[in-house]
């Protein structure tokens, strides 16, 4: 099993340009999730599903899109990149949203010039 | 204000010297409180979950033990190779009656040949 799987590992994008982070997992689990990490800060929600199809914000969804249109995948969207945006991101599934340990990708480190 | 505050932000130690790291919390209705260890260019990897005080949980030379206010992560006689970030999660259950995962910082453990 390969776990959860992000693409690319590295990008660099310039401010307002668009993209789209990739996420799959094999684990059939239910919940997924996006994550960005910034140096002196704690981990922070950005987007998460509960289920194909079901969608909801987290703590810092503003510039962010996503959707759930199967189990396994689950991509976030940069609309127009902002410098501010410039961070490592992690996808992260679980079994359930409650009570269940996250398996996390191995991250994304987007630039934004 | 839900918060998690983890302890020291940094710590180097010698091979075979033990030591705890902390993870203090403030959060109503705890749901869970899991660890996890980050290496260097790598997602966060699960380690512990801890449900309810008094809980321990215990693999290799890493044991895990919560409390009513905070959990701790004894290290006992680390090698070189326990060299990481490792991160704190707590999960409650908020007033609305949704649930929230909030991360700490991390402490940085560097052991020392």
């Known amino acids: 099993n390969a776990g959860v799987t992000q693409t690319p590992k590295f990008q660099v994008l310039k401010t307002g340009q668009s993209m789209t982070l990739q996420c799959a997992q094999d684990m059939n689990h239910e919940y997924m999730s996006w994550y960005r990490q910034d140096p002196g800060m704690g981990l922070r929600l950005i987007h998460y599903?509960?289920?194909?199809?079901?969608?909801d914000q987290g703590e810092v969804p503003n510039g962010y899109n996503v959707s759930r249109s199967t189990t396994e995948d689950f991509p976030l969207r940069l609309l127009s990149a902002a410098p501010s945006q410039t961070s490592v991101y992690f996808c992260?599934?679980?079994?359930?949203?409650?009570?269940?340990?996250?398996?996390f990708g191995n991250g994304t480190r987007l630039t934004v010039t | 204000e839900d918060q998690v505050t983890q302890s020291p932000e940094a710590l180097r130690l010698q091979e075979g010297e033990s030591s705890s790291l902390n993870c203090s919390y403030t959060v109503s209705g705890l749901r869970g409180l899991f660890w996890y260890r980050q290496d260097p260019g790598k997602g966060p990897e699960f380690l512990f979950t801890l449900y309810s005080a008094g809980e321990e949980k215990e693999k290799e030379r890493l044991k895990a033990t919560l409390t009513k206010k905070e959990s701790f992560l004894h290290i006992t006689a680390p090698k070189p190779e326990d060299s990481a970030t490792y991160l704190c999660?707590?999960?409650?259950?908020?007033?609305?009656?949704?649930?929230?995962?909030?991360f700490g910082k991390g402490t940085k453990l560097t052991v020392n040949p």
């Open positions: 999660a707590v999960q409650a259950s908020t007033q609305g009656g949704s649930e929230k995962l909030v």
């Open positions: 992260a599934s679980s079994y359930s949203r409650v009570g269940s340990p996250l398996h």
């Open positions: 599903s509960v289920g194909a199809g079901i969608t």
